[in-house]
T-cell receptor
Framework: ETGVTQTPRHLVMGMTNKKSLKCEQH?????MYWYKQSAKKPLELMFV???????ENNSVPSRFSPECPNSSHLFLHLHTLQPEDSALYLCASSQAGQANQPQHFGDGTRLSIL | AQSVTQLDSHVSVSEGTPVLLRCNYS??????LFWYVQHPNKGLQLLLK??????LVKGINGFEAEFKKSETSFHLTKPSAHMSDAAEYFCVVSGFTGFQKLVFGTGTRLLVSP
């Protein structure tokens, strides 16, 4: 149990579908992150939220839309995805403003685009 | 800019023999460094962290790492491998530019044979 819970664990969707990924952390952290992990590529940071405010959008296509209603919850809304978006999407949390504190990761959502 | 290089994409050992996973980093200031492990279909789990206290860092499951500034290295070791250690290992350097940014290595897959 990492303290970061992601749902669903697996998701298969067509390119025209709309779905959402959910992340919840129980660690009292105030920064949350979305990462994309594709085969044979380093982890890619997608979005960063500090105290519910988005502080980083790492040139992510607009078909990915994040939402952070409070410091414990993070969503990633998906629409009109492409086959190359198939990947493991990881959520993480940490204490904001500190480079020496580790990020804690959820187990991810395995996304497959048909 | 910060970067990490994991020198081996795969390492194979026999159960009961020592493990060495190599990592070199580049950072313009005193870095915070982490090792994470990822088992199949799971998220990233923190093994240990270096944050400028002791240069020899002990982590979970018998792993440890030594920070060597002169060699810009942060190699991960374990005296005796266990079958359950088979996984992917990531060396990570942490920076802060308004938010915490983790720079991941490309990973080393550890294979443990009986």
């Amino acid at each position: 149990e990492t303290g970061v819970t992601q749902t669903p664990r697996h998701l298969v969707m067509g390119m025209t579908n709309k779905k959402s990924l959910k992340c919840e952390q129980h660690l009292g952290h105030n920064a949350m992150y979305w990462y994309k992990q594709s085969a044979k590529k380093p982890l890619e940071l997608m979005f960063v939220y500090n105290f519910k405010e988005q502080t980083e959008n790492n040139s992510v296509p607009s078909r990915f839309s994040p939402e952070c209603p409070n410091s414990s919850h993070l969503f990633l809304h998906l629409h009109t995805l492409q086959p190359e978006d198939s990947a493991l999407y990881l959520c993480a949390s940490s204490q904001a403003g500190q480079a020496n504190q580790p990020q804690h990761f959820g187990d991810g959502t395995r996304l497959s685009i048909l | 800019a910060q970067s990490v290089t994991q020198l081996d994409s795969h390492v194979s050992v026999s159960e009961g023999t020592p493990v060495l996973l190599r990592c070199n980093y580049s950072s313009s200031y005193s870095p915070s460094l982490f090792w994470y492990v990822q088992h199949p279909n799971k998220g990233l789990q923190l093994l240990l962290k270096y944050t400028s206290a002791a240069t020899l860092v002990k982590g979970i499951n018998g792993f440890e790492a030594e920070f060597k500034k002169s060699e810009t290295s942060f190699h991960l070791t374990k005296p005796s491998a266990h079958m359950s250690d088979a996984a992917e290992y990531f060396c990570v350097v942490s920076g802060f530019t308004g938010f915490q940014k983790l720079v991941f290595g490309t990973g080393t897959r550890l294979l443990v044979s009986p």
